[in-house]
């Protein structure tokens, strides 16, 4: 018995290692196969198939069946003896799984297609969510209504998307796309939001009227206390309020009002935590005797969508429109907001993302869900109060169960919202949605051959369109899609794109004075009038007076926002008989007009010198092609033809 028993051992053994050996030489080929094209090798232990190949149906699953982790999952799972795949045949490598070789058979081809189109591609979108923090529940029903994949531990191979629940430095990324934009946290801080919507005020003050007047402190204290003292002067029966927001607060952390400027409490953590002191808005529409958007300290909870505290704004929608309102009418002004505001965000987002994703170095694209604070008037003007850089994408409130005693429950409300958002914002920046769609559409065309239309009839029917099984979308592009309109409004854009050109160093998002010597003389802006000395004392005031205004003082040197404030000096003394925003526009044509004669200059160079020759010489001063002269200092602006100009209508002083 002994050595009957030790000889079934031994075979048994024997047989477990030699199909371990396979099994583990197919893994490795399947991996490396992956690592080469860059998508999942499909279930561990199982060769890649080849296309053409009809994937055996999967035995039933059974509590002697565990999962197998896939292939580039850091999570690892149990794995399956071996000893049970012993009796399951492999198909020969020349042979299709019908027994049918390869390069033959048409019909063992078609199946195969038709397997692949089942799916509407090749693969599924691969989304790893293992620092998605509170908002991982919403996600994870989003990704499953897309019968998308997910990676709750993360992924040795790369994902296609990642969510971060705070910001974008949650985990070093070098491809893919992620949920944060490098920066956006702290441009939608109370203080720096502030000082970019004032910088378009001031530029466009009819058109950024949507933003209520603000002061930061304890920097403008001063100056808020001088211009409210002018009003009261001119009109002693004028009664404000003013509302006062810590600059990193959130949930009414630290927020008051007061009535006069002397009531601000500058004591205490005022200096080394800021605040804004913004008009108070008293005459907003009101819902049920209730203000929008405004935490109580009585919230009621409720699962129907159109009543409670939290409520649903296509209800809040129904409801002004029984009473009369053109709801067209409001939406439209509240996604002009949005476009605007995107607007004045966008130039500080750009330094923002070329200091953390240089040009030339591997790095994601960015996406990001915003939560935009918006109180409708009474005259049905919506006004922005804040912009949240993490909105909450919980899907469950706190439950009070008995005194003291809390429990987070699932909210009805929430997951209704919350959850559209997600899959919706998932959809729209789908890595594969073209491949999915080009897909889709080949297979509605009438094919030639009758074999073909076999298979477009198997394949081909209308309800298989990829996204057949969701609802409709509920998010649509409103920027950059609608901000064609807006885009004389991108004047700081253009600054800041000035701005990024003379950094010099990658990475760095502060101007120093051999950048801005560069800018003023590349530009040509030096004159008899404004001397390089005069220039060097304009970069250190100005550089000199922000820096004292930030807490970060790790790197020296001119901010975008310093920068701007310089940009405009020198266009207020060049244009000096034009509207601030026209000075501004003319100061910034004849800089780009500048850089491009020079960009053309150095191209021609560069042509010259590896053509093995001499640059053909210009007779203009500037040295660039004969048809880009200027006249002056007045710069030509490019029409429809290549070297076809006409002369702006400014004159320049």
């Known amino acids: ?22 099994k583990a030489e197919a893994e490795a080929k399947a ?5 080469q094209i860059g998508v999942d090798a499909g279930a561990a232990g199982e060769p890649e198939r080849k296309a053409g190949e009809e994937q055996p149906s999967a035995p039933a699953p059974g509590p002697e069946q565990p999962c197998a982790a896939e292939e580039g999952d850091a999570l690892v799972l149990p794995r399956m003896p071996p000893a049970l795949h012993a009796h399951q045949p492999k198909p020969a490598r020349d042979l299709c799984p019908h027994g049918k070789p390869r390069s033959k058979g048409p019909s063992c081809k078609r199946s195969g297609v038709r397997r692949s189109d089942e799916h509407g591609s090749q693969r599924p979108v691969t989304v790893d969510s293992s620092k998605a923090r509170t908002s991982l529940d919403a996600l994870k029903i989003s990704i499953r209504q897309l019968k998308w994949k997910e990676f709750p531990f993360g992924r040795r191979l790369p994902c296609d998307i990642y969510w971060h629940g705070v910001s974008f430095h949650d985990n070093d990324i070098l491809s893919g796309q992620v949920n ?22 001031n530029l466009f003050p009819e058109e950024y009227n949507f933003y209520p007047r603000s002061w930061i402190l304890p920097d403008e204290f001063q100056l808020f206390v001088t ?44 200096q ?21 958007d405004i935490r109580l300290s009585n919230f009621i909870h409720s699962d129907s969508a159109s009543t409670g505290s939290k409520r649903t704004f296509s209800s809040i929608l129904c409801k002004l429109s029984s009473k009369g309102v053109d709801i067209k009418k409001v939406w439209s002004d509240i996604i002009s907001l949005v476009i605007k505001t995107v607007i004045a965000l966008t130039p500080e987002l750009k330094v923002f993302y070329q200091s953390d994703i240089p040009t030339g170095r591997p790095g994601p694209t960015c996406f990001q869900i915003l939560g935009f604070d918006i109180l409708l008037m009474k005259n049905l003007k919506p006004m922005l109060l804040e912009v949240n850089a993490n909105p909450s994408m919980r899907i469950e409130h706190e439950c009070e169960l008995s005194p003291g005693v809390f429990e987070n429950v699932p909210s009805l409300v929430d997951e209704e919202v919350k959850v559209a958002v997600i899959r919706d914002t998932l959809r729209l920046i789908d890595p ?36 057949a099984h969701l609802p409709s979308i509920c ?10 309109q807006f885009n004389y409004l991108r004047l700081v854009d253009r600054m800041a794109n000035l701005f990024i050109r003379f950094l010099g160093i990658k990475g760095t998002m502060k101007l120093g004075p051999t950048g801005f010597r560069t800018f003023i003389r590349n530009c040509k802006l030096s004159s008899s009038s404004l001397s390089m000395a005069a220039v060097d004392i304009l970069y250190i005031d100005i550089t000199r007076r922000w820096n004292s205004m930030t807490l970060d003082q790790r790197d020296s040197g001119m901010c975008l926002q310093a920068f701007v404030e ?88």
């Open 432 to 467: 594969l949605k073209k491949k999915k769609e080009n897909r889709y559409q080949q297979l509605q065309k009438p094919l030639a051959g009758k074999e073909d239309s076999l298979d477009s009839e198997l394949t081909g029917a209308p309800d298989s369109s990829p996204e």
């Open 31 to 35: 991996q490396a196969t992956a690592e």
């Open 227 to 270: 211009q409210v003292r002018m009003v009261k002067d001119g009109n002693p029966s004028w009664k404000p309020t003013f509302i006062v927001k810590p600059d990193g607060g959130c949930q009414g952390d630290g927020i008051y009002l007061i009535k006069d400027p002397s009531d601000i409490r500058l004591t205490g953590t005022l």
């Open 272 to 292: 080394s935590r800021p605040a804004v002191v913004q008009e108070y808005i008293c005459k907003p529409l009101l819902i049920d005797k209730l203000k929008f």
């Open 1 to 22: 018995m002994r050595r009957g028993s030790s000889e079934r051992e031994l075979a048994v053994q024997w047989e477990v290692e030699a199909v371990a050996a396979a």
């Open 475 to 484: 998010l649509k592009q409103v920027f950059p899609k609608y901000a064609k």
């Open 180 to 201: 944060k934009f490098p920066g956006m946290t702290e441009m939608v801080r109370k203080v720096t939001l502030s000082r970019a919507v004032r910088i378009m005020q």
């Open 566 to 653: 310089a940009f405009f000096f020198l266009a207020q003394r060049k244009f000096k008989m034009l509207p601030l925003h026209e000075q501004v526009a003319s100061l910034i044509d004849l800089c780009e007009y500048h850089l491009s004669l020079l960009d053309e200059k150095r191209l021609l160079c560069s042509r010259g010198g590896s053509a093995g020759g001499r640059t053909p010489q210009s007779s203009s001063p500037q040295g660039a092609c004969p048809a880009a002269q200027p006249v002056g200092d007045h710069p030509p602006l490019r029409t429809n033809g290549a070297n076809k100009f006409s002369y702006p209508r400014h004159t320049l002083s």
